[in-house]
Structure formats: C-alpha cells, structure tokens
C-alpha cells in the first residue's frame, strides 16, 4: 500500500474509532453542517455560498505520480496530512462516480469547518440519500496549516500550496492530498484525473475526454428515402475552461414538432473503443457564472434556485442575493447546479455512439467552425490552442496557450492517448470540427453565440457545405449554409490588411512549430500522416498567396 493510501486509511479510521468522523450524512444533514461555520451563508433562494482559498485551481503546485517522481517531500506531506487531520474532527463524504455502472466511488476527507466543500459535491457527484461505502476507489484529503492564513494576501504563484495526486497501478490506489486549497474544483478534477488514468491505464477500456455531450433528436433529411426522418445525434463537446461548453451543452436545437434535445454530461467523460461515451457526474453540474445571464436561461434558473451551491459569488448584503454580474472577487466565480433543475439535462449518462465531435478554440485567425479530417482532429487536439482561463492559472487569464487534448489534467505518455483517440475515430467513423467562440478577424469581433449554435444546428441537420480546398490554418471552410452568417465565418475574409494576417500567422505556426518540437522531443514521432495533415510552418501552407488574395 503506498504511502497516501496508508495516510487516507489511517486518518479515516483513527476519525472513526475516536468519534471524530461525520459520515453518511444527506444532501440537507450536510448543508445544515456548513451553515454553521463563518464565512458559509444562506442566500435570500435558500442555496448555500461560501468563498474558497484560493479561488482557483493551484495549477502551478500540482503534481502527480506519473509524471513526476515522488520521494521524501511526498512522504512528509503524506505524514502532516494524518498529524493536521488527527487533531480535527472531518467529514467525510462518499459518493459514486458516474452512473455507478463501472464499480467506482470517491472518498473526500476534510476538516469540519470546510463542510460546505462536502455539500457542493454531494450535489455535484451523488444522490441526496446517504452513503457510506466499504473501499473507495478514489480518496481526495484536503487539510490546512499555518500558512494557509498568510496565502491570502498573495498571489497564486507564490502561495504556499502543496496538490500531489498517487495515480497507482490498479483500483483503490488513486489518493489526491491537497494541502493549503479548498477550493470545491481540486476535488472535482481529483476525480476528473483518476477517470482519465483509469480508464486509459488500469480498466484500458478507451479514454477520458475533456468534453461534454448532448444528444438531439433532428428532422434530417435522408438521401436512400429521400424525405426527412427523425434522427438521433450524439455529438461531444470539447473546450477548455471558459471557452463556451456548457452554454453550447445546454441549448435547445430542437425547433420542430416532435424534435428534442438535452444534455448528457457537462465536463468530462470516457469515450470507450466502441465510439460510445459516459460522463461521470451525476448530480448536477460545476458551471462558471461570470456572464451568466439571461441569455443562457436553464443554467441561469438552476443557480438562483435553492438547491446550488455558489463557490466565489457575489453577494449582495442583506437579503443576501447572487449578483453573477459582479465579478470583482474574481472572473471564476462557480456555482454547482442539480440536473434535477436543468430541464435539458437527460436521464442517464451514456450514449451508445457518439456521431460528432466539436472541438471548441478562441483564435482569431479561426473560422467559425472547419471540417476535419480524423488525422486533422487528431492534430489539433495535440496542439490544443485556446486561451488560458480564470479558473486554472488566473495570472495568464486571457492569454493564448496550446493544451495537449485541451486537458491539463492528463497523466502518462500523450502520443499514446493521442493514438488511442486516433483509432476509435477511425473505427468508429466520427465526424470532427473546429468551432471558434471567441472573436475572429483583423477586428477581433465577438462570434456571438446566436452565431455558434446556428453553425452547429447546420452542421448537424447537413446544412453546411465545406470548402474542397483548405484555408491557411489547412482546414476545410464553410461554403455554404442555411442559419448562420455566412459572412461572418471565414477569417480570413475577415482580415482587409493582408500584411497583417502575414505576420500573425508567421508568429503562428512560429509558435506551433516550438510545440511540435517540444512534444515530439519528449514523447516521439508523430506518424507524418497525422502530423502533415495540418500545418505547423508558414511556408508549408499550399498556395499560400492565392489564399490571402481571396
């Protein structure tokens, strides 16, 4: 037994022979436990609000067993976990992980006085009913010492924070131990990492995307009957933190008679070698509230319901009310939402077969959305490029980065999972594409949302038409549609100063080029089937010059 599993052992057992344990406690016996404790309040709707510190994930103070090698500092941080929680009396909450169809529960340990931390992923992950189980498969420890006060007054960079997460080598050995941070996140991506290595890993029954799903059944027209049929469609949804997943998750396609559309999961879920997907929590979701308004009305009901728990929210002095629009206190804002209170939201949390899968960015130089080819898919989810947002490191917020498979939470050998990934697209005849929801063009005008999901309605009732030629990202262009602004799509259209788009694609691939080398350095070859499929230098680009003159 390694040495965190030992300490998660050892501080629940001696918890519970000394009478110190909180266990098997209901979703209301937990909220009543947090109420208690200063800094946790009851809003004016009856939901639960409380700030965390920090108030984000500790990106830069995480690490994990695979990728680094673990020694002494490790054991000492093992063995002050056991001497910080003996003194403390902890709550200690199980719950299941998915459906519960794979055999696998979590275990979150915690100081009594972090009880609201309990509530949020009671509502995330589990029932309301109680449970306690025998032998969790994932543990997650969270405790505090003497500068967890001082942390406060400084910058993320410089806290005193310690995230060490034991992946092992079979069930019941994956243990995270957060030192200094409670924030709700680093339990929910604790379980996030451990799926990730598990299935890919331990079960190797596929691999854990960073991606949602939803399933929409469409009128769409058939071309063997030649006449539209009601059609189901499973398409994943993939995007770093703050790029639009969950508001693209949880809008309604559906517009005709007997048409329907809901979610099946938000953040995460294994994408199996069958094609098919599981999303792994099933009480509610963990959603960003910066921008949360009207415009995104199911997840806006939910978070002013009673049943949420906003982690980092503004509120308003007495009669204590949410204001989402107030993002002083921080842009990462989080409440978790019950999927009894999303209307969308379906009733399990698998899909057979998933028949697309979007990959979101925020890149200018991006079309609204492009086609790609498995190979090309497989690329760019090796490039990764988005933005850097609130919620991993907040000092980069805003700030354009490349995050292999969009998932800073991967453990193990990438161009493994990349392989993976690459053959069930191939088996399984997944249709994949590019959508930008940032700004794009010389202006870097805002591609609206309106604008987003009438490109992906077209995209799923084969009302989009793409391009035979690629563009100057390599990547096939929308020609043609039926709701969407054609206009608007195409960035480079959308570039008047071609001396411009020159030098920002220079720095580009530039850029791109300095990933290539650094990956492949590290982890090897790509197969050049793959890794040709897009460009990565600015002279690679085919015809180049009769692009920008279009």
Same mark, same amino acid.
């Given at each position: 037994?390694n040495?965190?599993k030992?300490?998660a052992?050892r501080i629940?057992n001696?918890?519970? !022979?000394e009478? /110190?344990?909180?266990?098997g406690?209901t ?7 947090a ?11 009856g ?7 920090p108030?984000? /994930?500790s ?9 680094h090698?673990?020694g *002494?500092?490790?054991e ?9 929680l ?11 992980v998915g459906?519960?169809?794979d055999g696998?529960?979590a275990r979150f340990i915690?100081?009594?006085p972090y009880?609201?931390?309990a ?13 306690v ?7 997650v %420890?969270f ?5 967890f006060e001082?942390n406060?007054?400084?910058? %993320?960079?410089?806290k005193d924070?310690?995230?060490? %997460?034991?992946? =092992?080598e079979k069930?019941g ?5 957060c030192r ?7 339990a929910?991506k ?13 079960d190797r029954?596929?691999?854990f995307?960073h991606?949602?799903a ?8 058939d071309?063997?009957t030649? &006449?539209? *049929? ?6 994943a ?6 790029t639009?997943?969950t ?7 559906a517009r005709l008679? /007997? ?5 099946? =999961?938000?953040d995460?879920g ?10 792994f929590?099933? =009480? ?6 910066e =921008?949360?308004? *009207? ?16 982690e ?12 989402f ?6 842009g990462n804002?989080r ?7 999303l209307?969308i939201?379906?009733a399990?949390? /698998?899909a ?12 200018p ?14 690329m760019m989810f090796i ?6 947002s609130s ?13 292999f +498979?969009?998932d800073?939470?991967m453990?193990?050998d ?5 392989m993976?990934?690459? *053959? ?11 959508a930008?929801t940032g700004?794009?063009?010389q202006?870097?005008e805002k ?6 999901l ?11 038409? +793409?391009?035979?030629e ?8 929308p ?5 969407a602004?054609?206009?608007?799509m195409?960035a480079h &259209?959308? +570039? ?8 920002k694609l220079?720095?580009?691939f ?6 290539l080398?650094a +990956?492949?350095g !590290?982890y ?5 089937a ?21």
């Amino acid at each position: 037994m390694n040495d965190f599993k030992k300490a998660a052992v050892r501080i629940y057992n001696d918890a519970k !022979k000394e009478n /110190r344990l909180i266990e098997g406690r209901t979703l209301d016996e937990l909220k009543r436990i947090a109420l208690r404790h200063e800094g946790v309040i009851q809003t004016q709707v009856g939901s639960v609000a409380a700030d965390s510190e920090p108030m984000s /994930r500790s990106a830069p103070h995480t690490r994990n067993s695979v990728d680094h090698p673990f020694g *002494e500092p490790e054991e000492r941080l093992a063995r002050q976990a056991v001497e910080r929680l003996a003194k403390e009396k902890i709550v200690c909450l199980d719950t299941m992980v998915g459906d519960g169809r794979d055999g696998v529960t979590a275990r979150f340990i915690m100081p009594e006085p972090y009880a609201q931390i309990a509530y949020g992923l009671k509502l995330l992950m589990d029932s309301p009913a109680a449970r306690v189980v025998e032998d969790p498969t994932y543990t997650v %420890l969270f405790f505090t010492d003497e500068a967890f006060e001082p942390n406060k007054k400084k910058k %993320l960079l410089d806290k005193d924070i310690t995230v060490r %997460l034991w992946m =092992g080598e079979k069930r019941g050995e994956q243990v995270k131990i957060c030192r200094n941070t409670v924030y709700l996140g680093e339990a929910k991506k604790a379980v996030f990492m451990f799926e990730d290595w598990r299935v890919k890993a331990i079960d190797r029954t596929g691999i854990f995307l960073h991606a949602g799903a939803r399933r929409d059944w469409l009128w769409i027209h058939d071309l063997e009957t030649d &006449r539209p *049929e009601l059609t189901e469609t499973v398409t994943a949804i993939s995007g770093l933190t703050a790029t639009g997943k969950t508001t693209t998750l949880c809008r309604r396609l559906a517009r005709l008679p /007997r048409e329907s559309s809901e979610m099946i =999961g938000d953040d995460g879920g294994i994408f199996g070698f069958d094609g098919s997907y599981a999303a792994f929590e099933i =009480g509610g979701l963990y959603v960003k509230t910066e =921008g949360l308004d *009207e415009n995104q009305p199911e997840i806006l009901r939910a978070a002013e319901s009673r049943d949420a728990f906003l982690e980092n929210v503004a509120v308003t002095k007495y009669p204590y009310m949410p204001d989402f629009k107030d993002t002083r206190k921080t842009g990462n804002g989080r409440a978790v939402v019950t999927r009894e209170k999303l209307e969308i939201a379906s009733a399990g949390l /698998r899909a057979d077969r998933l028949n697309s899968i979007v990959m979101l960015t925020r890149n200018p130089l991006a079309n609204v959305i492009s086609k790609l080819t498995p190979e090309q898919a497989t690329m760019m989810f090796i490039y990764g490029e988005s933005i850097e947002s609130s919620g991993g490191n907040p000092e980069e917020a805003g700030r354009f980065k490349r995050e292999f +498979f969009l998932d800073p939470f991967m453990a193990g050998d990438r161009l493994e999972h990349a392989m993976i990934f690459y *053959e069930i697209l191939k088996k399984s005849r997944i249709k994949c594409y590019l959508a930008n929801t940032g700004t794009i063009g010389q202006g870097e005008e805002k591609v609206t949302l309106r604008q987003s999901l009438a490109a992906y309605n077209d995209m799923l009732r084969y009302q989009l038409r +793409f391009s035979t030629e690629p563009d100057y990202l390599g990547l096939h262009y929308p020609i043609k549609c039926d709701r969407a602004n054609l206009d608007l799509m195409i960035a480079h &259209r959308l +570039f008047p100063d071609r001396e411009l788009l020159r030098k920002k694609l220079v720095d580009f691939f530039r850029g791109r080029e300095q990933f290539l080398e650094a +990956f492949e350095g !590290k982890y090897g070859k790509i197969p050049e089937a793959i890794r040709e499929s897009v460009p990565y230098r600015y002279r690679d680009i085919n015809d180049s010059e009769r692009i920008l003159a279009e």
